[in-house]
């Protein structure tokens, strides 16, 4: 069983910036892909960012440029670097870690607001 803790949500302003990190722990053996999704409210949950290992990385075209995923293997942490942030970033963001099936946090609200 693997446990996701993300922090690093609030409000802030359009424009404004915010790092989210993801730190897992329990009995992993090998995690795989970490990333990211968001749902915002009425809308489905969709994926942010992902990356394996190797560092390999994946987007949403809506966060390209402005997002920066990265990880720290040796501490099995994920962080979601978020610049130039939009109304429409308003979401709660999930983690996501795969090892041997996919395990996802709890959440974390992001406000973008004035």
């Known amino acids: 069983q693997v446990h996701l803790v993300e922090s690093g949500g609030g409000l802030v302003q359009p424009g404004g910036s915010l790092r989210l990190s993801c730190a897992a722990s329990g009995s992993i053996f090998s995690i795989k892909t970490m990333g990211w999704y968001r749902q915002a409210p009425g809308k489905q949950r969709e994926l942010v960012a992902v990356?394996?290992?190797?560092?390999?990385?994946n987007y949403a075209d809506s966060v390209k440029g402005r997002f920066t995923i990265s990880r720290d293997n040796a501490k099995n942490t994920v962080y979601l670097q978020m610049n130039s942030l939009k109304f429409e970033d308003t979401a709660v963001y999930y983690c996501?870690?795969?090892?041997?099936?996919?395990?996802w946090g709890q959440g974390t609200q992001v406000t973008v607001s004035s």
């Open positions: 996501i870690a795969d090892e041997m099936g996919r395990y």
């Open positions: 990356i394996t290992t190797g560092g390999s990385t």
